[in-house]
């Protein structure tokens, strides 16, 4: 079975950047995508960014311009500029697997931003 392992999370001051990766462990099927997303205390999880295959990107319409979203095989990386209070979130990676028709989660890795 697939598995994925975040890093990169951590406290950072209103303004700073942080880059999360997440690495999928090697498997024979091929990842149809990889994204981000994130929960805060007392909403749902959302979308952050996701990223296809052929390399097309989307992001949440509160991300864009500040956070992008890279792909090297199959690690996934979100680098995060200009961060906010509001970002502060748990982040989970996420890859699909068409193949096979699966989804998989990473375990999750807090970003706090505060000052």
């Known amino acids: 079975q697939v598995q994925l392992m975040e890093s990169g999370g951590g406290l950072v001051q209103p303004g700073g950047s942080l880059r999360l990766s997440c690495a999928a462990s090697?498997?024979?099927?091929?990842?149809?995508?990889m994204g981000w997303y994130r929960e805060a205390p007392g909403k749902q999880r959302e979308l952050v960014a996701g990223?296809?295959?052929?390399?097309v990107t989307n992001y949440s319409d509160s991300v864009k311009g500040r956070f992008t979203i890279s792909r090297e095989k199959n690690t996934v990386y979100l680098q995060m500029n200009s961060l906010k209070p509001d970002d502060t979130a748990v982040y989970y990676c996420?890859?699909?697997?068409?193949?096979?028709?699966?989804?998989?989660w990473g375990q999750g890795t807090q970003v706090t931003v505060s000052s």
């Open positions: 996420r890859v699909y697997i068409g193949a096979i028709a699966a989804v998989y």
């Open positions: 990223i296809v295959s052929n390399g």
């Open positions: 090697a498997s024979i099927f091929s990842i149809n995508i």
